[in-house]
């Protein structure tokens, strides 16, 4: 039971973390590109939060089923929750803020 619960805390303390940080870059990306390039209003966090949302949402419809093969011959249930873990903090955190920098960068290079 406390290990299930620890696996539930870490994907909703991962889940909490991606919105704000999906928000900001959303936000973010939008001033830097879109707003220069079309003379569109800038969005606050918050509707990048909702954008966020939005096209989750939108490409969960358009998306096949996900991609199962990364916990072929894991037979552990704590080895399944470990890696899938890992993917959510990758995919929720690390690669929204890895996309932020890099689009930092290119904005500066391309100023």
């Known amino acids: 039971m406390v290990s299930a619960l620890k696996w539930v805390i870490g994907f909703g303390l991962v889940w ?24 569109a209003h800038e969005i606050s966090i918050a509707q990048g939060i909702g954008l966020s949302i939005f096209l989750t949402i939108v490409g969960r419809l358009v998306s096949t089923s996900p991609d199962k093969s990364i916990f072929e011959g ?11 873990l890992i993917v959510a903090i990758v995919s929720g955190v690390l690669g929204p803020l890895l996309v932020l920098v890099i689009a930092w960068i290119w904005k500066i290079l391309s100023s």
């Open 74 to 84: 894991i037979n552990s249930p704590e080895a399944i929750a470990t890696k899938g």
């Open 16 to 39: 909490l973390m991606s919105i704000p940080i999906n928000g900001i870059l959303i936000s973010q990306t939008w001033g830097w590109f879109v707003v220069p390039a079309t003379g």
